[in-house]
């Protein structure tokens, strides 16, 4: 559950466009190719490694696309806010509301890789706050939650 802000969470070509419209407004141009990596990371339902991506852009495209290009493309989406990196899993998700800025947590399945986004500004606002009292100056904040998810729990 969000606190204090609602998402309008975009799919498909809406969430394409939400995409080139936030990149375009970090001052970046949305090249063909970049558009083709975001397409390819929005349509994986878990996190994704550069070479997963590659993989499938390669596949795509009918021609070898490098893991270094797409590692390139995929720093340039987390810095504008298109993508977000699971730290401990060494890859990617699209960020589904890349129009808005705020910090993200994950809950990640140790058992399937499942990864759901969490965003709660009640939990983020807190550490933040903790943060800067120690007068520590946070510029992102990865918080990711290692675990199982309901239906492996179920499973188990």
């Excluded at 090249?31 to 083709?36: D, K, N, Y």
Aim: with cysteine.
């Amino acid at each position: 559950m969000a606190h204090g802000h609602h998402h309008h969470e975009p799919e498909g070509d809406a969430l394409n466009d939400a995409a080139r419209t936030a990149l375009e407004d970090a001052g970046e141009q949305w090249t063909v190719m970049r558009a083709i990596v975001f397409d390819v990371l929005a349509g994986f339902d878990k996190p994704a490694s550069a070479y997963d991506i590659a993989d499938a852009v390669s596949q795509r495209e009918g021609r070898r696309v490098a893991a270094n290009s797409v590692y390139r493309i995929l720093d340039l989406f987390v810095g504008a806010n298109l993508a977000r990196r699971v730290e401990s899993a060494n890859a990617y998700v699209a960020n589904t509301h890349p129009g808005c800025l705020h910090d993200c947590i994950f809950m990640v399945c140790d058992s399937c890789g499942q990864t759901t986004h969490l965003d709660d500004d009640r939990i983020t606002r807190g550490l933040r706050d903790a943060a800067q009292v120690s007068g520590f100056k946070p510029e992102r904040s990865v918080i990711e939650l290692r675990g199982r998810c309901s239906a492996c729990e179920a499973a188990a």
